[in-house]
């Protein structure tokens, strides 16, 4: 059979993407400047989401560490390695890195900067300065928050919730401020990438056009631009509540502690969905390379992203069964959070229709995409359950929510995160990995993260609160398992680490491994500076265009 590369990609051989050139005669972005300035004082969209792809990784390794400290403490019903304080501490910073500095930022910050322009046959984003400016904010709000963190702590969890934040002897100005500075980087943005959407696009590119990668980071543009100015006042007001006892959530004061719950969840449950729309993105390009097949139900993929933006903005009190809420309240409310698995639905069925009958490649990326499949379905199913108002109240504040969160939201980000990174490496660095590595890493990953939480489902369901030190000993066992899991998890890390890091070095010289019909792979890679040698391309055909061999004109199978 001829390999179903031998087909031309539609749209490969118009002005602009015939320069493939292996030869350096045209430097790529990584060549084009080697000095430290030309990195640091850098507007090309690329080099900043390589930036940022550093800096979220050192962070996600941080945050790492903190949850490894957890689960070692929790090795043993009572004091472990820490007392209880440094416990409040390391749980709260764990959840403060791993939200504000890696989870939100990771997809849209690293893929969103590097791939949106190519996708669009854009040749920067619309404003490449405040793009720039955008990872100076982040790490400007990051450097204050870890100075907090090194400076007293913090023991409040991450959704510092009042009045505990106002009252605690620890550093919680610092970091509540770094956590402002940084919504102002996620607000920079989202801007830049909806301005880019609508003033950007290559002719030939219109709205039902993009790429579906594009669409879910619009959606999570939105939310970015619309709900994070939220957060930023609320935690302004926070601090001056800590530092200037001004009683806006002092009962004593004539202060309500529940408007706190209401505004913070207006902003973080839309945040949740600022994680993982982007990871529905990735999944949408990955499924459809691996299956080679173009996306099944595109336009219902696209509206479904847009629905998911809309609808996260009126779920926030289901956080809140047991604040004192009304019943109706918190009917209506469990009826549009199930309206948002309405949403996840119509891509998880278009996603399979999309595998259906396909060719499937095995690779990497499509083994997260397996991975994402599981943790979404069996993580969103249990969100059907806590949004239901009798069992929450009965779930609420023990580990059954913190293994449905991170199974939905870190088990669905890091998937789609892990699946953009091996699908788009190549793209990036124009080198390839250890493919086989990188499926050994995989299924460690895989199984580690089950290992880890699926223990904390039983325990939560058992009764077992979230965020104690210490522990009835009969919910040991459970947690044990659940430290090893972690472990598990970690080693598949360390092996992506290696691998990844030899492949920088000493990878093979490639230019499209997967033979995608993706737009952003119709240059070289990487690609050059500004994106395109010539003139602005033009995409006569719909992305992932894919060419049954069989059906291809003049096509003759030589089995």
């Known amino acids: 059979m001829t390999p179903s590369s031998s087909i031309a990609a539609p749209g490969a051989a118009v002005p602009g993407h015939e320069a493939h050139d292996d030869h350096g005669h045209h430097p790529s972005y990584l060549t084009d400047g080697t000095t430290v300035k030309s990195w640091l004082l850098t507007v090309d969209h690329k080099r900043i989401g390589i930036m940022y792809m550093a800096w979220v990784l050192l962070f996600f390794l941080v945050g790492g560490i903190f949850a490894l400290l957890i689960r070692i403490e929790l090795l043993t019903p009572g004091p472990t390695i820490m007392d209880a304080m440094t416990y409040n501490r390391v749980f709260t910073l764990h959840g403060i890195v791993m939200i504000f500095l890696f989870m939100i930022p990771a997809i849209p910050a690293i893929f969103g900067n590097f791939m949106l322009p190519l996708m669009l046959g854009a040749k920067d984003v619309a404003f490449p300065r405040l793009n720039l400016l955008s990872l100076y904010v982040y790490l400007a709000g990051a450097g204050f928050a870890l100075w907090g963190m090194l400076n007293g702590g913090l023991d409040t969890g991450w959704t510092f919730y009042t009045p505990y934040s106002a009252h605690t002897t620890t ?12 919504g102002f980087s996620s607000i920079l943005t989202g801007m830049n990438f909806i301005v880019t959407a609508h003033t950007m696009r290559a002719p030939g590119i219109t709205w039902f056009k993009m790429p579906l990668m594009v669409w879910a980071l619009y959606a999570t543009s939105c939310i970015q631009v619309l709900a994070t100015p939220v957060i930023g006042l609320l935690l302004l007001l926070v601090t001056a509540e800590n530092l200037f006892s001004l009683g806006m959530f002092d009962v004593a004061r004539g202060g309500d502690p529940v408007l706190f719950q209401h505004l913070f969840w207006f902003y973080s449950h839309p945040a949740v969905y600022i994680m993982v729309l982007p990871a529905f993105g990735v999944m949408s390009e990955v499924v459809s390379t691996f299956s080679r097949k173009n996306i099944f139900g595109y336009r219902a993929v696209a509206y479904s992203s847009v629905g998911i933006a809309f609808v996260g903005f009126f779920a926030w009190g289901h956080h809140m069964f047991v604040s004192g809420q009304s019943t109706f309240n918190a009917g209506v409310f469990g009826v549009l959070s199930m309206l948002v698995g309405v949403f996840t639905a119509i891509k998880v069925f278009n996603w399979v229709g999309t595998v259906y009958k396909g060719a499937v490649e095995f690779s990497t990326p499509f083994a997260y995409f397996c991975g994402f499949l599981f943790f979404t379905v069996f993580g969103g199913m249990t969100g059907i359950a806590v949004a239901t108002v009798s069992l929450d109240v009965a779930w609420h504040d023990t580990y059954f929510v913190v293994a449905h969160f991170h199974f939905i939201m870190v088990g669905a980000t890091i998937m789609a995160f892990l699946a953009a990174l091996h699908y788009w490496f190549p793209k990036m660095f124009g080198k390839m990995y250890h493919e086989g590595w990188g499926l050994v890493s995989a299924a460690l990953i895989i199984l580690g993260f089950n290992a ?65 019909k993706g737009y952003e792979w119709l240059t070289m890679s990487p690609p050059p500076t500004h994106n395109f040698i010539g003139p602005q391309p033009t995409y006569p055909e719909e992305p992932h265009f894919y060419v049954d061999p069989k059906k291809a004109e003049g096509e003759v199978s030589d089995v």
């Open 452 to 516: 880890t939480f699926i223990p904390q489902f039983l325990v939560g369901n058992a009764g077992m609160p979230r965020r104690y030190y210490e522990y009835p000993e009969r919910f040991q066992a459970l947690n044990v398992a659940s430290t090893a899991g972690a472990s598990l998890l970690a080693f598949g890390f360390i092996i992506i680490a290696i691998y990844l890091t030899y492949a920088l070095i000493y990878g093979e010289r490639v230019d499209n491994p997967w033979n995608s």
């Open 171 to 182: 550093t919680v100005a610092p970091v509540l401020f770094g956590a402002f500075i940084i």
